[in-house]
């Protein structure tokens, strides 16, 4: 077995994006190759070598998905309490966001607890705890992924809260809310976002195909307060970066509009970057999904917003 000792340094990626640790690697590698034992033990023996670290509870928190992922509701609640503990106390000699990791775990504690209410048809409890939780973090980093579960839970079927646009990339749209009265598809990224570059090429298929039958395209972004050169770096210079990303991945994109702002991350609950939006003419959700997507789910979903009521929308993928 590994011998993980020593907490590793707060770094970032190339990408700018904080640094994965190795423990937490390890762990999410095991899972994926469905070793819950193996995940468990790693965790253990961490925690064993360098006490209850941010980065332990990180890893730990993964260990609490794994096991709803599996089925085993018991372990996985135990797990979550024990995490939302330790982080609370943790919390009682520093702030929440002091470095990312603790975040992401006491994150992932209320997460595994409101999904295993709802798996349990427990939904009214599953929001009470996430919208208590908010209350209690207000003003952290943990609201935006509270409030995406609570968006899980409640958004699609409901009107399309408006978008706030602060500022922009690239072109200004002359309507103050060019998505009013269409059908809008909302594409969250972030400048260090691997996955959301990797979507850009499905982003301009569709918009290739959709834009000319209406379908409009609104990439929201927000600043995160560094780049990959500069890990403090003022708003000037990281939308100067931003804008080369964009330029780089996401300038083909037909048609696509841009608002800067952080609060659209907080009202959609955008803590995954991507997280795609669908909304039809109406201003009604009709998907809410935090992470990537393949064309053929998306190009399906577009299909059934812009068919007129009562046809039968075309096969996805038909014409291509």
């Given at each position: 077995?590994?011998?993980?000792?020593?907490?590793?340094?707060?770094?970032?990626?190339?990408?700018?994006?904080?640094?994965?640790?190795?423990?937490?690697?390890y762990?999410?590698s095991?899972?994926?190759?469905?070793?819950?034992?193996?995940?468990?033990a790693?965790?253990?023996?961490?925690?064993?070598?360098n006490?209850d670290?941010?980065?332990?509870?990180?890893?730990?928190?993964?260990?609490?998905?794994?096991?709803v992922a599996?089925?085993n509701?018991?372990?996985?609640?135990?797990?979550?309490?024990?995490?939302?503990?330790?982080?609370?106390t943790?919390?009682?000699?520093?702030?929440?966001?002091a470095?990312?990791?603790?975040?992401?775990?006491?994150?992932?504690?209320?997460?595994?607890?409101?999904?295993?209410l709802?798996?349990?048809?427990?939904?009214?409890?599953?929001?009470?705890?996430?919208r208590?939780?908010?209350?209690?973090?207000?003003?952290?980093?943990?609201?935006?992924?509270?409030?995406?579960?609570?968006?899980?839970?409640?958004?699609?079927?409901?009107?399309?809260?408006?978008?706030?646009?602060?500022?922009?990339?690239?072109?200004?749209?002359?309507?103050?809310?060019?998505?009013?009265?269409k059908?809008?598809?909302?594409f969250?990224?972030?400048?260090?976002?691997?996955?959301?570059?990797?979507?850009?090429?499905?982003?301009?298929?569709?918009?290739?195909?959709?834009?000319?039958?209406?379908?409009?395209?609104?990439?929201?972004t927000?600043y995160?307060?560094?780049?990959?050169?500069?890990?403090?770096?003022?708003?000037a210079?990281?939308?100067?970066?931003?804008?080369?990303?964009?330029?780089r991945?996401?300038?083909?994109?037909?048609?696509?509009?841009?608002p800067?702002?952080?609060?659209?991350?907080?009202?959609?609950?955008?803590?995954?970057?991507?997280?795609?939006v669908?909304?039809?003419r109406?201003?009604?959700v009709?998907?809410?999904?935090p992470?990537?997507?393949?064309?053929?789910?998306?190009?399906?979903?577009?299909?059934?917003?812009?068919?007129p009521?009562?046809?039968?929308?075309?096969?996805?993928?038909a014409?291509?």
């Amino acid at each position: 077995m590994l011998v993980l000792a020593g907490s590793p340094q707060l770094t970032r990626a190339a990408d700018g994006h904080a640094a994965t640790p190795r423990i937490v690697a390890y762990v999410i590698s095991a899972l994926k190759m469905g070793d819950l034992a193996n995940a468990r033990a790693l965790v253990n023996q961490y925690r064993k070598l360098n006490g209850d670290t941010p980065e332990a509870l990180e890893a730990f928190s993964w260990l609490a998905r794994g096991e709803v992922a599996a089925g085993n509701s018991d372990a996985a609640q135990a797990d979550a309490t024990e995490i939302e503990q330790l982080a609370k106390t943790a919390l009682s000699t520093r702030p929440l966001d002091a470095e990312p990791h603790l975040p992401l775990a006491l994150g992932a504690a209320y997460e595994v607890q409101a999904d295993l209410l709802k798996k349990q048809n427990q939904r009214t409890e599953a929001l009470q705890l996430l919208r208590a939780a908010i209350v209690t973090w207000r003003g952290t980093s943990l609201v935006d992924r509270l409030q995406k579960n609570i968006n899980l839970l409640t958004l699609q079927g409901k009107p399309m809260p408006l978008l706030q646009q602060a500022d922009w990339i690239g072109a200004k749209p002359a309507a103050a809310h060019p998505e009013r009265g269409k059908p809008t598809l909302l594409f969250f990224w972030a400048h260090w976002c691997p996955d959301c570059k990797a979507e850009a090429p499905i982003m301009r298929a569709l918009a290739e195909e959709f834009g000319p039958r209406g379908l409009v395209i609104l990439a929201p972004t927000r600043y995160y307060g560094y780049t990959a050169q500069e890990e403090n770096a003022t708003p000037a210079v990281e939308k100067s970066f931003m804008e080369k990303v964009f330029e780089r991945y996401y300038s083909q994109i037909p048609g696509i509009l841009v608002p800067v702002d952080s609060g659209n991350f907080t009202r959609f609950g955008v803590s995954t970057t991507p997280t795609i939006v669908l909304a039809d003419r109406r201003g009604t959700v009709r998907l809410y999904h935090p992470g990537a997507m393949d064309q053929e789910s998306l190009a399906k979903a577009i299909e059934q917003v812009l068919a007129p009521a009562g046809a039968a929308p075309k096969s996805a993928g038909a014409g291509r």
